[in-house]
């Protein structure tokens, strides 16, 4: 059994900061490419920031320049820095994780989701 968890969203103020995390735990032989994703009421979900696991980076281009995407691969965990945020990120942001199980299985896996709040 696989799971990826976030946390860290919350109410913040245009201009503000936040931090979010996200950890992949359970029967994981590996751990490949870590993304953020957001979806925002009535629009499709789009990619916010990957990395994969030898540190090559990749961002939306709404949010370069704001956000940073680092990792830790012994916790399995990829963080996203916000900064300078806007009313325009208010949405739900999602992790996505690339593992490998134990056997060789694996795919692409899921958080539940972080809802993060920009308004003053």
């Known amino acids: 059994q696989v799971e990826v968890v976030e946390s860290g969203g919350g109410l913040v103020q245009p201009g503000g900061s936040l931090r979010l995390s996200c950890e992949a735990s359970?029967?994981?032989?590996?751990?490949?490419?870590m993304g953020w994703y957001r979806q925002a009421p009535g629009k499709q979900r789009e990619l916010v920031a990957s990395i994969t696991a030898g540190g090559k980076t990749r961002y939306g281009g709404s949010v370069e320049g704001r956000f940073t995407i680092d990792r830790n691969n012994a916790k399995n965990t990829v963080y996203l820095q916000m900064n300078s945020l806007k009313p325009e990120d208010t949405a739900v942001y999602y992790c996505?994780?690339?593992?490998?199980?134990?056997?060789?299985?694996?795919?692409?896996?899921w958080g539940q989701g972080t809802q993060v709040t920009v308004s003053s």
């Open positions: 359970g029967n994981i032989f590996r751990v490949n490419t």
């Open positions: 996505k994780a690339d593992i490998v199980k134990q056997g060789l299985e694996g795919g692409d896996f």
